[in-house]
């Protein structure tokens, strides 16, 4: 900005110098002349006054009147003495306020002209600041085209997604009714097995009786009964093949249900990722049009007003905007997890159905063996159960090998077939993992009721009072109610697991002293082999740790959870510093470093019991290996490998 024009010095800023000057020491001691001229004037006024009553006649002329009136002469003689002083104060006065007054308005008109000068350049300005007023309402009405676009897209967006909610919806409620379908064929299925089992068992004791009296008078008898028999197992037998190949066929239908549901997640994440990019471009595009307010703020109030309303409607459209979309996300993740339950529900109703056929054959085994004749009871093994599993959710145990049962003190050493239920020193095998979400259920399932069957010595477990319920004493009493004679089977994760039974003797089988043994070892297998052999393809062994933790670390990122890039260098060193301190710092650190991530994480085991059972497993697996790890590669520039990302976040979430 170039100098003003006062403030050049020129002849007449020292003219106007001068003449304040002079102003300001007339106004401070000028009209002094003024008083002195008021004394001289009065005192003459009074030397005349004087002169005169001396010139009429002096004392004695005075001595003639009354003293107040010469009182009253004095005075009136006085009083114009005194005018004249004040008249010369009064004129004193008024010549300094003068000059005052004009250096005043000297000093106003040299202040005015500054502010003359600056209301030009003022014109000026306000003329820039119009024409930069313009250029901001253009790049206004450009951003807002620009929202409405993306709000546009948004739109289409959540249209997308609202079209793949409903078709998810529409497959789970055909599926919902395919599975309410087969419940229905396995209820029937059911309720004849049951009919069956029942029979058997009204017709076993009198069969018995049979045997025991034909026995004694002829052996015809006795083959009579066994024919008999025989059909009711081979029908049996036939019920459980039919049952079997019903329940591959639900557990394909829950495998396909589960694919399509992993692919469903997946879409969703890519979608909120699209949502937040959305997010942070209107972020931006608020940003710049609180920075434009901010540039526009000092044209006025107006301009002020329009601006802030416009990035309010900005603000309140992006807020709809954002609601409207997690809300679609949200009803669809509800929707997904809807069909998980659904699905694992049909898998374990199908799975304890079948459970509780081979419980009730193995009952009906219990109870028929008493009256079993002698040839048939000296080749007949005790029945063989699935072999359990341990569940993910359970601690692992070393794998022993099988024991072979005492021999009993009939002087015969006759090994029996190794048993994994009866004896309660055994350990089930170790083996590869499973490959059903639903395998857990069913093992929880096995592990309840054969701890039930076994506990008893003298009760059956169809007389049981109450439904089997995971998690607790096989012996707690309950109702059954009548419309549901089938034991129900309910998992529960938070009771601790049933203490395993004692041995008894009925865990072994004693060898044969009479003479009376029609068949041997080498013989044809007995009915009792038959029916444990329908679930031995059911029972996969228990998945090791390096297939656990491949399956865990590709579920996650299949889920679209970039594990290789969830942990950076920089938080890989603070969460090992945290470890050095204690666990619970560590699981700190690792929720504020993986941030989104572990959120994603949470999410996926909530949705995804199965995960969460091979996550615990996983946890426990890699929990000393990991942390080593972590303290050796806590210092490299490197990210955190997927394996060592997954146990961190897991951990924490767990």
């Given amino acids: 900005m170039t100098e003003a024009p006062s403030a050049r010095r020129s002849g007449r800023d020292d003219l106007v110098r001068h003449e304040a000057s002079q102003n300001y020491e007339a106004a401070q001691y000028g009209g002094g002349w003024m008083v002195s001229l008021a004394y001289v004037s009065a005192f003459l006024w009074l030397a005349g006054l004087a002169a005169a009553l001396i010139g009429l006649g002096g004392i004695a002329f005075l001595s003639q009147y009354h003293p107040a009136l010469l009182v009253a002469v004095g005075i009136a003689a006085l009083i114009p003495a005194l005018l004249m002083v004040a008249a010369g104060y009064m004129a004193r006065a008024s010549r300094r306020s ?17 502010a003359r000068e600056a209301g030009h350049e003022g014109i000026t300005f306000a003329e820039q600041m119009k024409q930069s007023a313009s250029e901001i309402d253009h790049a206004m009405a450009h951003a807002l085209s620009a929202m409405k676009a993306m709000a546009g897209e948004i739109g289409d967006e959540r249209l997308r997604l609202e079209s793949v909610s409903y078709a998810a919806a529409d497959n789970a409620r055909d599926l919902a009714d395919r599975l309410g379908e087969e419940r229905h064929a396995l209820e029937t299925l059911a309720r004849d097995l049951r009919a069956q089992v029942t029979a058997m068992s009204d017709a076993i004791p009198r069969q018995a009786q049979l045997m025991i009296t034909a026995a004694r008078t002829a052996s015809d008898e006795v083959g009579r009964a066994d024919a008999a028999l025989e059909q009711r197992l081979i029908a049996m037998h036939e019920t459980g093949e039919e049952l079997s190949r019903r329940m591959e066929s639900l557990d394909d239908l829950a495998r396909d249900a589960s694919g399509r549901t992993e692919a469903l997640t997946f879409s969703i994440s890519r979608v909120e990722d699209k949502l937040e990019h959305s997010r942070r471009t209107v972020d931006a595009a608020v940003r710049a049009s609180e920075v434009a307010a901010a540039a526009a703020a000092t044209t006025g109030d107006a301009l002020k007003n329009a601006v802030a309303s ?8 992006n807020a709809e905007i954002n609601a409207s979309t997690r809300a679609a996300a949200e009803e669809a993740n509800r929707a997904l997890s809807k069909l998980r339950e659904t699905g694992e529900q049909a898998a374990y ?3 304890a159905a079948g459970l509780a056929a081979r419980l009730e054959s193995e009952a009906l085994d219990r109870l028929a063996g008493p009256y079993m004749p002698a040839g048939s009871a000296a080749a ?6 699935p072999a359990a599993r341990t569940p ?21 050493s006759h090994s029996a077939r190794p048993s994994a239920y009866g004896n309660g020193a055994m350990n089930p095998p170790a083996g590869t993992s499973r490959q059903s979400m639903d395998d857990d259920l069913f093992e929880a399932s096995a592990e309840a009721l054969v701890a039930a069957a076994r506990s008893s010595d003298d009760h059956d477990i169809l007389e049981q009072e109450g439904p089997v319920v995971l998690g607790r004493g096989p012996s707690a009493p309950a109702s059954r109610e009548p419309d549901h004679p089938a034991p129900s089977l309910r998992r529960r994760h938070d009771d601790t697991p049933p203490e395993p039974p004692r041995r008894r ?37 228990q998945a090791d740790r390096e297939t656990i933790a491949e399956a865990v670390v590709e579920r996650l990122q299949n889920s679209g959870i970039p ?11 603070r969460i090992a510093e945290a470890a050095q301190r204690g666990e619970k710092d560590r699981h700190a650190a690792t929720i504020e470093q993986g941030g989104k991530q572990f959120d994603r994480v949470v999410q996926r085991l909530r949705g995804d019991p199965r995960l969460m059972d091979m996550a615990k497993q996983f946890v426990r697996f890699e929990r000393a290996d990991a942390l080593a790890a972590l303290e050796q590669t806590q210092s490299t520039s490197r990210n955190a490998s997927p394996r060592l990302a997954a146990f961190l976040l897991l951990d924490a979430a767990l």
């Fill in 563 to 573: 594990l290789s890039d969830a942990l950076k260098p920089k938080a890989k060193r």
């Fill in 392 to 412: 993910i959710s359970a601690p692992q145990q070393p794998a022993q090998p099988f024991q072979q049962s005492q021999p009993f003190q009939t002087g015969h």
């Fill in 310 to 317: 416009a990035i309010d409607g900005a603000r309140h459209a």
């Fill in 380 to 385: 007949s093994a005790p029945l063989t159960p």
């Fill in 505 to 541: 003797a009925s865990d072994y089988v004693p060898s044969s002293s009479n003479g009376h043994n029609g068949h041997n070892g080498s013989g044809p297998a007995p009915w009792r082999e038959i029916i444990s052999d329908i679930s031995k393809d059911q029972a996969p062994p």
């Fill in 349 to 351: 109703a199908l799975r």
């Fill in 98 to 114: 003068a000059a005052a007054n004009a250096l005043v308005l000297e000093a106003a008109a040299r202040l005015m002209a500054p």
